[in-house]
């Protein structure tokens, strides 16, 4: 979690105006609020903040090897005049996306999960796709900047957007969500191009089977976003698969590529799942050995950590909770600069000390014309070393009374971490290891020692069943 100050100012000139603009891959006019210089500015713009958001993920290699077959992507693309940028985000959810203007981004977590280079071809297509076919342009247009009514993929209400610098930041571009048949466009474009640049499309089909897998095993509230408008994953990999028949057929190709072991040897050593370093949760406690504090969950809320805030929302997306680092030399500086940033009108406040930690308690309200309900906030500032931390509880004004035990539960056990245990803790990696002999892909887990109750996890890390045969001197993936 680091400081940040995220805008983007998009200017009202361009909700004055509308035009058709001839769409780049289907040659029909499409209603558009964008010109094309607009996307690129504001993809442009966008960028900076969805790095803040995410991180970067620090591998020259990894880097490389997406820069070097993105452009190889983009220049055979409906759109090779952009000038197309690709980054890995360092977040261990799966997922990929893209943003107006050619910014392509793949979390760490999807690079981990691919098993080939043909998989993220494929992937990598889709998300060319969406800017090729001016999806997400598309969705800007109809949507107006309309109030994003989510934080990091949970779902709240609208007025609660200011508060997770989401709507008024690049971020809210990421939560336009694309329709049905905007997704299978972009997997047939995803097709096509893998295709063109000579990688057997019809993996990008098999992969639709890890994230379903996923989608199953980790619950519908973590369903990964390149699944999310697609009800039906196995029809979603039929249709690819006879797809990639099709351009195989009209490239004429006959060797077509899938380069597993070489892709397996370039992620050997990524980060797996959460890097404590930035924070992780055990038994409902957040840690962060960095800055060396923790503190207690709100049970059955979602959470999501960014490199700005800490977020929880409840269930029912009627309250939220979320920390970050306040701005000001003092607590009174701070408290005072969160009572401007946030436009709240101060109801009461008072000096206290939250585990012998110096501290600001405040009620405000926040009352806007364009809301429909008021906002009501509790906010402990807590000095600890050089750092002021804002915990923020908001809630409708209404139900606020409700959830007051939470946010002190919560903000009130906010303390220092000292315990060495949790302060030196090692995030997982994935390993590549060879398979010593002919069997199944259990027998190759035991015989690499990897703990029985993450066999079905680590079946789906590498795209396989349990029983599915291993030759000797095959490469497969583990977690150490």
Same mark, same amino acid.
């Given at each position: ?43 442009? +713009? ?6 803040? /958001? ?42 990929? /996306?893209?943003?107006?203007? =050619? ?6 977590? #999807? ?16 998300? #060319?796709? @969406? ?10 247009? $109809? ?18 957007? +200011? ?11 990421? /939560? ?13 474009? =995803? ?5 063109? #640049? ?84 055990? $038994?409902?406690?957040?840690? @962060? ?14 959470? +999501? ?140 887990? +035991? ?34």
């Amino acid at each position: 979690m680091k400081r940040v100050l995220i805008s983007l100012s998009i200017t009202s000139a361009l909700l004055m105006f509308t035009t058709c603009a001839k769409n780049p891959v289907t040659g029909k006019r499409d209603l558009m609020l964008l010109s094309e210089s607009q996307e690129v500015a504001m993809g442009k +713009q966008s960028d900076p903040d969805i790095i803040r /958001f995410f991180g970067l993920y620090e591998d020259k290699n990894l880097q490389k090897f997406i820069d070097e077959k993105g452009q190889q992507m983009a220049a055979i693309s409906h759109r090779n005049n952009l000038k197309y940028e690709f980054k890995i985000v360092d977040s261990p959810v799966v997922n990929a /996306f893209a943003v107006p203007g =050619g910014y392509v981004y793949f979390t760490r977590g #999807i690079m981990a999960h691919f098993n080939n280079e043909a998989e993220f071809a494929g992937v990598l297509g889709h998300e #060319i796709g @969406h800017i090729t076919a001016r999806h997400s342009a598309k969705q800007y247009s $109809n949507a107006m900047l309309a109030q994003i009514g989510l934080v990091a993929g949970m779902a709240l209400s609208p007025e609660f957007a +200011q508060f997770a610098d989401l709507a008024q930041s690049g971020i809210g571009l990421l /939560f336009l969500k694309f329709g049905r048949d905007a997704e299978s466009q972009s997997d047939r474009l =995803g097709v096509e191009y893998s295709t063109k #640049i000579n990688y057997d499309a019809r993996e990008m089909a098999g992969f639709f089977q890890t994230l379903d897998r996923l989608s199953t095993q980790s619950g519908s509230d973590e369903v990964p976003t390149f699944l999310s408008t697609h009800p039906d994953p196995a029809d979603r990999e039929e249709k690819v698969a006879k797809l990639a028949e099709e351009w195989k057929r009209k490239t004429k190709s006959t060797s077509l590529k899938v380069n597993r072991d070489n892709y397996l040897k370039m992620i050997d050593g990524i980060v797996y799942g959460e890097d404590p370093k930035q924070g992780f949760v055990e $038994n409902n406690i957040f840690y @962060h050995p960095v800055l060396k504090f923790q503190f207690p969950l709100p049970q059955g809320w979602s959470f +999501q950590n960014t490199p700005q805030q800490v977020q929880m929302a409840s269930k029912d997306g009627r309250a939220m909770i979320i920390l970050t680092l306040a701005p000001g030399e003092s607590l009174e500086a701070a408290a005072e600069s969160i009572l401007k940033n946030y436009q709240l009108t101060l109801v009461e406040s008072q000096k206290d000390r939250i585990n012998n930690l110096p501290a600001i308690i405040m009620v405000a309200d926040q009352v806007s014309q364009q809301q429909q309900q008021s906002l009501r906030t509790l906010s402990y500032v807590i000095q600890y070393g050089d750092n002021i931390y804002a915990m923020i509880g908001v809630s409708i004004l209404q139900a606020f009374n409700e959830y007051v035990p939470t946010f002190k539960s919560t903000m009130g056990r906010f303390n220092t971490l000292t315990d060495p245990e949790k302060i030196n803790k090692k995030p997982e990696r994935i390993r590549i290891k060879t398979v010593q002999q002919n069997g199944t892909l259990l027998n190759a887990l +035991q015989a690499a020692r990897v703990n029985d109750k993450r066999a079905d996890e680590l079946a789906t890390l590498n795209g396989m069943m349990l029983t599915d045969r291993v030759e000797k001197g095959m490469l497969i993936k583990v977690i150490e």
